[in-house]
């Protein structure tokens, strides 16, 4: 996958801490660390990756 591919969150820090990238391959989602870019991606199917931002946006995840 070519790195300009990937997005970094918005949530990111600038100091390089706490940075995840999602890329988004229609059947696939992935996320991996920004900091550590050799280790594998998580690959999500679109409806779990919706579930889980739904989840973290909603008043249960705060």
Known sequence: ???????????????????????????KIYVRDSKDKTRPALALSPQTWASFVGLACSDEAN
């Open 1 to 27: 996958m070519p790195e300009s591919a990937w997005v970094k969150s918005s949530y990111s820090d600038g100091t390089g801490n706490n940075c995840i990238e999602v890329a988004d391959q229609r059947s």
